[in-house]
């Protein structure tokens, strides 16, 4: 099955700083890469996704990046703000309709 | 506000009782899912309905009995449960193609 590893576990910028989370996966059939982002108490929320037709997605100051040869994607936050302060979570399945295997997450603080 | 709501949003239970997680949507979505997230670990599926049916269940103890009675509702019924059970349970429901809406989960911790 589908094996998805995230680094790091915590990180800890300044504000105004960029933040780069870093997931690989195993199963080079997955094709969808969605990103939650967790605030404390409560569920994981859907922030961007992206599909492997695409190398680059982006959204404000959020952007995923995904090399399907090397099988990793990331996410990256420019001008992080202290409410960006959350855990975020990678996935990756083989099409949206199929069950999601989660990375273990990364807390990430904006320190003001 | 997700759209999808868990009861109770924190529950206390010693091994020997018998209690149940409630979870409701009313986004029109026909799948519906139980995960455990445990501390730094990865989100785990327990259960998939689709349609009310049980579609998944990814080797859960029997400890924990899932239930649907229709596409709004799901029940997640808990007895003799063990200590290491204590995590956060959340919900979610997707319609076709589309991705997970998440619920804000229910803290359990087991004494």
């Known amino acids: 099955g589908e094996n998805v590893e995230q680094h790091p576990s915590t990180l800890s910028v300044q504000e105004g700083d960029s933040a780069v989370i870093k997931c690989t996966y195993s199963d080079s059939a997955s094709n969808y890469f969605p990103w939650y982002k967790q605030e404390l108490g409560k569920g994981p929320q859907l922030i961007i996704d992206?599909?492997?037709?695409?190398g680059e997605k982006k959204d404000q100051r959020i952007a995923v990046t995904l090399n399907k040869t090397a099988k990793h994607f990331s996410l990256h936050i420019t001008e992080t703000q202290p409410e960006d302060s959350a855990v975020y979570f990678c996935a990756a399945s083989r099409d949206s309709a199929r069950q999601l295997t989660f990375g273990s997450g990364t807390q990430l603080t904006v320190l003001p | 506000e997700t759209g999808v709501t868990q009861t109770p949003r924190h529950l206390v239970m010693g091994m020997t009782n018998k209690k149940s997680l409630k979870c409701e949507q009313h986004?029109?979505?026909?799948?519906m899912y139980w995960y455990k997230q445990s501390a730094k670990k990865p989100l785990e599926l327990m259960f998939v309905y689709n349609f009310k049916e049980q579609t998944e269940n990814n080797s859960v103890p029997s400890r924990f009995s899932p239930e649907c009675p229709n596409s709004s509702h799901l029940f997640l019924h808990l007895h003799t449960l063990q200590p290491e059970d204590s995590a956060l349970y959340l919900c979610?429901?997707?319609?076709?193609?589309?991705?997970?809406?998440f619920g804000n989960g229910t803290r359990l911790t087991v004494t």
């Open positions: 979610a429901s997707k319609p076709p193609g589309s991705p997970l809406h």
């Open positions: 992206i599909r492997s037709n695409v």
């Open positions: 986004l029109g979505h026909n799948a």
